[in-house]
């Protein structure tokens, strides 16, 4: 085990006399300051388009899919299921995506790009490569390859801590607040779950842009 998965588990544990680092240091405000910069320009292209971040997320994983089941493409959008659905119903008006129910399971739905999204989709595809381009010129392509790495460390390491669980705050207002629906009836255990309940907030802010 190397790079950030040794430096977490070297490290002393945490000093609660000390006082919090500064809310600039705070790496998940690190990481959404980052995310929101990075995105700008996306954000701005979508726009000329008349799409969402969110619903170029579920056009990104469809146009690598033949077909997706619906509880699939939301724990690969890292979207929540009712926003899922909600995407899907405004983008299937649009005749943007097919979907169809299950022959042996009327309640499982699939979903795939129509003629017309696929097109949307190699539209948008040429503008967004280049952005990615601009970014790794000037950031260098080896520093980002670097910083894709230490991000999927991180996010296994922080899976594999756990420590969601360990100080998941046990107070009355967390347990009278309303409960989410669950996405499928069933035990949740694979990792997109565990880090999607990590980021409930950010989710949160994240589906409610516009």
């Excluded at 980052?34 to 000329?48: K, W």
């Excluded at 999927?152 to 594999?160: R, V």
């Amino acid at each position: 085990m190397s790079g950030i998965a040794d430096l977490m588990i070297k490290s002393p544990k945490p000093d609660p006399s000390k006082a919090m680092r500064s809310f600039s240091a705070s790496l998940p405000m690190m990481l959404l300051r980052a995310r929101e910069a990075v995105m700008a320009p996306f954000r701005e292209l979508l726009d000329e388009h008349g799409l969402t971040e969110q619903q170029w997320r579920v056009f990104r994983v469809l146009a690598k899919n033949d077909e997706m089941d619906v509880t699939q493409l939301v724990e690969s959008t890292y979207l929540l299921g009712p926003s899922v659905a909600r995407i899907l119903r405004d983008l299937e008006n649009q005749k943007l995506i097919v979907t169809r129910a299950d022959k042996h399971d009327k309640r499982r739905k699939w979903v795939r790009l129509a003629p017309k999204g696929r097109k949307q989709v190699e539209l948008i595809a040429p503008p967004s490569e280049a952005i990615y381009a601009e970014l790794s010129e000037t950031f260098g392509s080896e520093r980002l390859t670097a910083l894709q790495g230490l991000l999927e460390e991180l996010q296994a390491t922080a899976i594999a801590n756990g420590s969601w669980k360990r100080h998941k705050p046990n107070t009355e207002a967390a347990r009278s607040a309303p409960k989410r629906a669950p996405i499928r009836a069933g035990k949740r255990t694979n990792a997109a779950d565990k880090l999607r309940d990590m980021g409930r907030s950010t989710q949160d802010a994240i589906e409610s842009e516009p």
